[in-house]
């Protein structure tokens, strides 16, 4: 795939308040850059940044999106990316439900959820504690 995820200073509007990437654009191979579509376009300019990135882990492909609200605090979403079909052609992202200030990562077809709070998913459901490491499936 000759397809690169890029947030950069493209003009007004494209940065946040804190002078970080609030759009993301698919730039192919051989085209001018800013002629790259816009395929993330939602972040507030109050937001600290937002992004998205593709990446193969352990025999799976992810891409994820995120929004920073703060420094501490964000908001992510994920698809199961197809390699070789550019972004604008790829279907739409899930909301990956954890709180705001939990970290999220990948390992193989598993989330990694790292808490910085106390978190109770699911309303009377089990609690888990500031520093607790989860692991629950993609899919």
């Known amino acids: 795939m000759d397809e690169l995820l890029v947030g950069w200073d493209a ?5 946040t308040d804190s002078g970080y990437p609030r759009q993301v654009r698919a730039w192919m191979r051989g085209t001018k850059l800013k002629d790259a579509p816009v395929v993330y376009d939602d972040a507030p300019k109050e937001d600290v940044a937002a992004g998205q990135y593709m990446y193969f882990d352990r025999g799976h492909w992810h891409e994820i999106r995120y929004r920073s609200k703060t420094f ?18 790829q279907g739409g992202f899930t909301k990956i439900p954890i709180q705001d200030d939990a970290d999220v990562s990948t390992f193989g077809n598993s989330a990694i959820i790292t808490l910085r709070s106390d978190w109770t998913p699911t309303e009377g459901g089990k609690s888990y504690p500031t520093g607790a490491l989860l692991s629950c499936p993609m899919e």
């Open 11 to 15: 003009g007004e509007g494209s940065m």
């Open 72 to 89: 501490y605090t964000s908001e992510h979403w994920w698809r199961r990316p197809s390699p070789g079909v550019p972004a604008t052609e």
